[in-house]
């Protein structure tokens, strides 16, 4: 009988289980992690993280080896750091990768992957954006996503580049606010006017789509990964497009909403929207009309609309927001 810690990123919760019944059946007391903030989607903070880390290499002292939880090979920051404690004291290392036939559960594991994802996508239900719909409730980010999606079917036919791939566009659009399942929506102009919002919101993204790609593994994670930053970039002609959607339709959720949910910087966004959609005649044609509905709504609302077009040439709002 031996005492074995098991060690690995939380997002594996089944196969931490799996693990541990097998271990367990062998004779073995096992010491696995307190829960599973990863895999339950559990907001833990950073001083509970440290406390949870510092435990865990007491698990490793009282053992006699330890099992690592290596699913398709990864091994995450905290995991190295308890091997390399484990090596130090001598004690041996058993991986997962090699003890399980994962060949044999394979449909078993994709299964877990596909229900995980989509456990994950729930959150995009009940995730807030910063619009309102036309009846008075605020708008969720699955709300947004579903009509970019719409959007993208809608204009295929008139763009310049007739040859768009659909397929690539909408697995563009859905993957890039699938992220924010974990890292939350930021307004434009949050990310915007303020550099500390910014550089957290990028790292928190970062972060997220590290950990898809990890969850949904092999070449559909290595795919959705390369979808995101491309996305980024905006320079394939599908990003410029998907960026494009994605801006529009947010306008067009304002000028649906109640004029009273609109914060004074909204009205200068109004006008902000050329550098998306420069790119194609179509694009312009669609952002003139948006923007035009925009205009009426603040004129009927009793702004004075030319002047805040002045205001946005001379940086108005976005530059008092960014001390530039």
């Known amino acids: 009988m031996k005492i074995i810690t098991l060690c690995g990123s939380t997002r594996f919760k089944k196969q931490f289980e799996q693990a541990d019944r097998f271990l367990t059946k062998q004779g073995n007391i096992i010491l696995s992690v307190g829960f599973f903030e990863k895999s339950d989607y559990e907001e833990i903070t950073v001083e509970e993280t440290e406390q949870l880390g510092k435990l865990h290499f007491k698990k490793i002292d009282m ?18 750091k308890e091997i390399a404690y484990a090596k130090k004291k001598g004690l041996r290392i058993r991986y997962f990768s090699e003890e399980f036939d994962t060949d044999a559960g394979h449909f078993d594991l994709d299964i877990t992957r596909i229900l995980d994802v989509l456990k994950l996508a729930e959150k995009l239900k009940y995730e807030l954006r910063h619009s309102w719909l036309s009846n008075g409730r605020q708008e969720s980010v699955a709300e947004h996503t579903w009509r970019v999606s719409l ?6 036919p008139y763009l310049k580049m007739k040859s768009v791939n ?5 697995k563009m659009i859905i993957i890039h606010d699938l992220i924010e399942a974990e890292a939350g929506d930021v307004p434009a102009f949050d990310a915007l006017n303020k550099e ?9 993204e970062k972060a997220a789509i590290e950990n898809l790609k990890t969850l949904i593994g092999g070449t559909v994670g290595e795919e959705i990964y390369q979808l ?7 320079q394939t002609f599908e990003a410029k497009v998907a960026n494009a959607l994605d801006k529009l339709e947010a306008q067009i959720q304002h000028n649906e909403a109640d004029i ?6 909204e009205q200068d966004m109004c006008f902000l929207m050329d550098k998306h959609v420069s790119f194609d005649t179509f694009f312009l044609e ?25 205001r946005v040439k001379s940086g108005g709002l976005m530059k008092e927001a960014t001390g530039k």
């Open 63 to 80: 053992s006699d080896e330890i099992f690592v939880i290596n699913v398709n090979g990864y091994i995450g920051e905290s995991t190295s």
């Open 151 to 156: 959007m993208a079917i809608l204009i295929s």
């Open 166 to 170: 659909m397929e690539k566009l909408l």
């Open 196 to 204: 500390e919002i910014r550089a957290l919101k990028l790292q928190k």
């Open 228 to 234: 995101f930053f491309e996305f980024e970039e905006k």
């Open 260 to 265: 009273t949910t609109w914060i004074e910087i």
């Open 286 to 310: 669609l952002k003139n009309a948006i923007e035009h509905h925009a205009q009426q709504k603040l004129a009927e609302a009793g702004f004075n609309v030319e002047e805040i077009k002045t």
